[in-house]
């Protein structure tokens, strides 16, 4: 059997063009190299056929993550205040949230806080989405009346 020559490298299926060696590198992965990759070989002979290819899960941190303030404004001392922790994306998927400053305040459902009884000095609050890492978000200002 002679040798490949040529290889022809596919991710998700499209061709990936420029790639032609038999190894394939990718130096610094990224969230977009997620899929599976597969490979032809090529020879004197002909063309071979393409397999199945191998699945890339590329894990990262959640991103964009923000903190919402689910009031309407302005928020008044004594209030009941409503804050959810939203992310665009994140794989693993989110499991927890955290919140600062730490305190015994409800969390009815994931990534929402309840504040009871806010006082004049809660001043800023801020959330982390987490996988197998936590993003923290900037913190936002209750302004409290």
């Known amino acids: 059997n002679p040798l490949p020559t040529n290889y022809t490298w596919y991710h998700n299926g499209k061709e990936m063009q420029g790639r032609t060696e038999e190894k394939f590198h990718i130096p610094k992965i990224l969230p977009w190299h997620a899929g599976t990759y597969s490979c032809v070989a090529e020879n004197i002979l002909g063309t071979g056929q393409r397999g199945p ?4 899960d590329v894990q990262y941190p959640p991103k964009k993550v923000i903190t919402v303030i689910q009031n309407p404004t302005p928020i008044r001392e004594g209030d009941t205040v409503t804050l959810s922790c939203n992310y665009n994306s994140s794989n ?9 400053p730490r305190s015994t305040w409800e969390e009815p459902s994931l990534g929402v806080l309840k504040i009871q009884n806010v006082g004049w000095d809660n001043t800023t609050i801020a959330c982390a ?5 936590c993003s923290w978000a900037s913190p936002v200002a209750l302004n409290v009346h």
């Open 53 to 56: 290819g191998a699945e890339l």
């Open 92 to 100: 693993p998927r989110v499991t927890r949230y955290e919140w600062k």
């Open 129 to 133: 989405a987490c996988n197998s890492w």
